[in-house]
T-cell receptor, first 113, second 109 residues
Framework: KNQVEQSPQSLIILEGKNCTLQ??????????LRWYKQDTGRGPVSLTI?????NTKSNGRYTATLDADTKQSSLHITASQLSDSASYIC????????????FGTGTRLQVTL | DAGVIQSPRHEVTEMGQEVTLRCKPI?????LFWYRQTMMRGLELLIY????????DSGMPEDRFSAKMPNASFSTLKIQPSEPRDSAVYFC???????FGSGTRLTVV
């Protein structure tokens, strides 16, 4: 069964600090992995998308890594800001199944002063 | 581009009433998805259209739910009759991507 697990479930950090969110998956055959940011009351917004051949991708202060061998991904946030407070969702797509995105349950990040 | 547009943003209805959620996908996108999000279950795919044709509706919970896509620029998700357990945020997304709309928060009392 395809699964995506994220950790931690929630995280509180001080503004300006860095943090790393984890995603482990068992989706097969793997096509791509996306990280989404979901602000409260809004729809998820794509941050990064990585295919099998990519092991790192950046979007501003967000850097995602992918290890296809161990089936792990991480999202690193540098110099956090209050606006980074949101849920971060890891989504994995299997090859040939456009509709079958497997969603993680997300990490709820709170950045405080 | 205005992105994926959903309406209404909020809907409160009484149990047993019919509810219709609407979606306008991004122009040029040929895939459209309806998702439901709850605290307990996270994001769940309800139905997927490709080129206006329903491809995968295995996530539609029961016959009370129906979805249509009469053309490339419009889709509806209908619940009839609605029940309190249908309360959730319903997202429409279009692809490739997918790109999500802002969602409709449905409350059935």
């Amino acid at each position: 069964k395809n699964q995506v697990e994220q950790s931690p479930q929630s995280l509180i950090i001080l503004e300006g600090k860095n943090c790393t969110l984890q995603c482990n998956y068992t989706v097969s055959p793997f096509s791509n992995l996306r990280w989404y940011k979901q602000d409260t009351g809004r729809g998820p917004v794509s941050l990064t998308i990585m295919t099998f051949s990519e092991n790192t991708k950046s979007n501003g202060r967000y850097t995602a890594t992918l290890d296809a061998d161990t089936k792990q991904s991480s999202l690193h946030i540098t110099a956090s800001q209050l606006s980074d407070s949101a849920s971060y969702i890891c989504v994995v797509s299997a090859t040939g199944t456009a509709s079958k995105l497997t969603f993680g349950t997300g990490t709820r990040l709170q950045v405080t002063l | 581009d205005a992105g994926v547009i959903q309406s209404p943003r909020h809907e409160v209805t009484e149990m047993g009433q019919e509810v219709t959620l609407r979606c306008k996908p991004i122009s040029g996108h040929n895939s459209l998805f309806w998702y439901r999000q709850t605290m307990m279950r996270g994001l769940e795919l309800l139905i997927y259209f490709n080129n206006n044709v329903p491809i995968d509706d295995s996530g539609m919970p029961e016959d009370r739910f129906s979805a249509k896509m009469p053309n490339a620029s419009f889709s509806t998700l209908k619940i009839q009759p609605s029940e309190p357990r249908d309360s959730a945020v319903y997202f429409c997304a279009s692809g490739p991507g997918p790109t999500f709309g802002s969602g409709t928060r449905l409350t059935v009392v």
